[in-house]
């Protein structure tokens, strides 16, 4: 009974690939009961009506004392899956006693409050589909205050206080449960079925309902600031979590028969503004690791659901329509995500060099000194996210040998040609300060007196053809390597 925890590896590093996680498994993932059943096995079956519950509660009172636990605290902690393993196994309902259910459940409710998921995730990934909707569906149930508030004031759950409380005294949001939800979503094709089939799609509708979502509303209402900004925020994370499930083609229909999709308003309002690109680079390709973007951006406030649900797959749209929806939109990134980790070599490769060859022939930002238009400012932008979805996109061998088969580095090597203006020159050739640690790539296309010059740090442009060559070929940095070519020597048109 003195051993707490069970010995076991300590706990890998972040993944960003969820759907390479396995199904769960009878020899890996710990069953209903199964940590009673070890009880047992090392005290005799006498211990089944006493002992055990003993050991259970000073098992969950070690496990109690690390939460809340911040995500980045807990990748410092040895045995943290096991750590989280145990505590979604007390809270699985009928299997332990009630003292034991609650005060497991209060831990978890309280790590979705404070948006701290990470590890709760990579547990759940490992759970079979059943124990999943069977989590799911408590957790709806003790938060249903939430979209209830008559029955908040009615009743008063200690659990729904673990999600609240976490919050602060005067803050109780539905943000934190959504953020949550869409990182599930985001994991696996299975996990957002689960979520799908525990009714997330009716609790959303009552959710909007109770909010007033609507984006004309939101924008042109004499409110508080404070609460516009919250339901604008609430309204952006509403879209992001559809746009993440119809990100499944198998689910589009789901949400396409399911009231939602007849009752979630499309924005009379178009405001054609372009997202600051820096709001536009965080939610690029977003993870099941990554929150939603907290900016100001009109990034996911502009959503057509029935027409995203009837949207074709990514490699059926016109070239030209799908750089620019990926440009200045959202609409797509999920599905891109979805259709890079889902498709062959040779799909990938069709889609990326179609890509490519668009924006050899029509990607060329104007000069600086072209006089500044809507549309120079449009071309500017897309090929600066073009090199940023380079970089995104190279997360994986696949990706990475299909982006060069594609003809990456041709582009790139264009754009440096093209695009970097004769003015950096100067700069260039001013610079006395010798680079060690330039990929071999960059040294063999002759480009390591621009890409590793001072005006990585300093241009944007520069700073993300660079990025784009290390994503390609990570790793492939000669220590030892000095750089030799001679900036006099080079010429850019």
Same mark, same amino acid.
């Given at each position: 009974?003195?051993?707490?925890?069970?010995?076991?590896?300590?706990?890998? %590093?972040?993944?960003?690939?969820?759907?390479?996680?396995?199904?769960?498994?009878?020899?890996?993932?710990?069953?209903?009961?199964?940590?009673?059943?070890?009880?047992?096995?090392?005290?005799? =079956?006498?211990?089944?009506?006493?002992?055990?519950?003993?050991?259970?509660?000073?098992?969950? +009172?070690v496990i109690v004392n690390h939460f809340p636990l911040p995500d980045e605290k807990a990748t410092m902690i040895k045995h943290i899956e096991e750590i989280y393993d145990h505590a979604l196994e007390f809270s699985?309902?009928?299997?332990?006693?009630?003292?034991?259910?609650?005060?497991?459940?209060?831990?978890?409710?309280?790590?979705? /409050?404070?948006?701290?998921?990470?590890?709760?995730?990579?547990?759940?990934?490992?759970?079979?589909?059943?124990?999943?909707?069977?989590? !799911?569906?408590?957790?709806?149930?003790? @938060?249903?205050?939430?979209?209830?508030?008559?029955?908040?004031?009615?009743?008063?759950?200690?659990?729904?206080?673990?999600?609240?409380?976490?919050?602060?005294?005067?803050?109780?949001?539905?943000?934190?449960?959504?953020?949550?939800?869409?990182?599930?979503? =985001?994991?696996? %094709?299975?996990?957002? =079925?689960?979520?799908?089939?525990?009714?997330?799609?009716?609790?959303?509708?009552?959710? =909007?309902?109770?909010?007033?979502?609507?984006?004309? /509303?939101?924008?042109?209402?004499?409110? +508080?600031?404070?609460?516009?900004?919250?339901?604008?925020?609430?309204?952006?994370?509403?879209?992001?979590? !559809?746009?993440?499930?119809?990100?499944?083609?198998?689910? *589009? $229909?789901?949400?396409?028969?399911?009231?939602?999709?007849?009752?979630?308003?499309?924005?009379?309002?178009?405001?054609?503004?372009?997202?600051?690109?820096?709001?536009?680079?965080?939610?690029? #390709? #977003? $993870?099941?690791?990554?929150?939603?973007?907290?900016?100001?951006?009109?990034?996911?406030?502009?959503?057509? @659901?029935?027409?995203?649900?009837? #949207?074709?797959?990514? &490699?059926?749209?016109?070239?030209?329509?799908?750089?620019?929806?990926?440009?200045?939109?959202?609409?797509?990134?999920?599905?891109?995500?979805?259709?890079?980790?889902?498709?062959?070599?040779?799909?990938?490769?069709?889609?990326?060099?179609?890509?490519?060859?668009?924006?050899?022939?029509?990607? &060329? %930002?104007? +000069?600086?000194?072209?006089?500044?238009?809507?549309?120079?400012? *449009?071309?500017?932008?897309?090929?600066?996210?073009?090199?940023?979805?380079?970089?995104?996109?190279?997360?994986?061998?696949?990706? *990475?040998?299909?982006?060069?088969?594609?003809?990456?580095?041709?582009?790139?090597?264009?754009?440096?040609?093209?695009?970097?203006?004769?003015?950096?020159?100067?700069?260039?050739?001013?610079?006395?300060?010798?680079?060690?640690?330039?990929?071999?790539?960059?040294?063999?296309?002759?480009?390591?007196?621009?890409?590793?010059?001072? #005006?990585?740090?300093?241009?944007?442009?520069?700073?993300?053809?660079? /990025?784009?060559?290390?994503?390609?070929?990570?790793?492939?940095?000669?220590?030892?390597?000095?750089?030799?070519?001679?900036?006099?020597?080079? $010429?850019?048109?």
């Amino acid at each position: 009974m003195a051993a707490v925890l069970r010995a076991g590896s300590p706990t890998s %590093a972040y993944s960003s690939n969820y759907e390479s996680l396995s199904g769960s498994s009878s020899s890996t993932v710990p069953g209903p009961g199964a940590l009673t059943g070890k009880a047992i096995k090392a005290l005799g =079956r006498v211990t089944i009506r006493g002992i055990d519950h003993f050991v259970i509660l000073r098992q969950l +009172s070690v496990i109690v004392n690390h939460f809340p636990l911040p995500d980045e605290k807990a990748t410092m902690i040895k045995h943290i899956e096991e750590i989280y393993d145990h505590a979604l196994e007390f809270s699985r309902q009928g299997l332990y006693r009630e003292e034991i259910n609650r005060r497991a459940l209060r831990l978890l409710l309280g790590q979705i /409050g404070i948006g701290e998921t990470h590890f709760l995730m990579r547990a759940l990934c490992r759970w079979d589909s059943l124990e999943l909707r069977l989590f !799911l569906s408590e957790i709806l149930i003790q @938060l249903t205050p939430l979209w209830n508030p008559q029955l908040g004031r009615v009743l008063s759950s200690p659990l729904f206080m673990a999600y609240s409380g976490s919050q602060g005294p005067d803050s109780t949001s539905i943000t934190p449960f959504l953020l949550f939800i869409s990182k599930l979503v =985001r994991a696996r %094709a299975s996990t957002c =079925r689960a979520v799908l089939d525990v009714g997330f799609l009716d609790v959303l509708m009552i959710i =909007r309902a109770l909010n007033d979502l609507n984006k004309e /509303g939101i924008i042109t209402e004499l409110d +508080s600031i404070g609460n516009r900004q919250q339901r604008k925020r609430l309204l952006a994370v509403s879209n992001a979590v !559809l746009l993440d499930i119809i990100a499944y083609p198998e689910h *589009r $229909t789901v949400v396409l028969s399911h009231p939602i999709c007849s009752t979630w308003v499309p924005p009379r309002i178009d405001t054609n503004e372009i997202a600051p690109f820096t709001c536009r680079e965080r939610a690029l #390709l #977003l $993870t099941c690791e990554q929150n939603i973007p907290n900016d100001e951006s009109f990034l996911y406030l502009d959503l057509n @659901l029935p027409m995203a649900c009837k #949207l074709g797959c990514v &490699s059926e749209l016109d070239t030209e329509q799908l750089v620019n929806l990926l440009t200045f939109q959202v609409i797509y990134d999920q599905s891109l995500r979805v259709f890079l980790l889902r498709k062959s070599y040779n799909a990938k490769l069709d889609l990326l060099s179609r890509m490519i060859r668009y924006m050899l022939e029509h990607g &060329s %930002a104007p +000069s600086a000194q072209s006089a500044p238009h809507p549309n120079a400012l *449009r071309s500017r932008y897309r090929l600066l996210f073009f090199l940023r979805l380079i970089m995104a996109i190279a997360w994986g061998p696949s990706n *990475r040998a299909a982006l060069l088969d594609a003809g990456v580095v041709e582009f790139l090597v264009r754009i440096v040609q093209t695009e970097v203006p004769d003015s950096y020159m100067a700069i260039i050739g001013a610079s006395q300060t010798t680079q060690d640690h330039i990929p071999a790539v960059i040294r063999e296309q002759g480009l390591a007196h621009v890409l590793g010059g001072p #005006l990585a740090k300093t241009s944007r442009l520069v700073r993300l053809i660079s /990025g784009a060559f290390s994503a390609l070929f990570p790793g492939d940095v000669d220590p030892d390597a000095i750089q030799s070519e001679s900036t006099s020597s080079s $010429t850019f048109k």
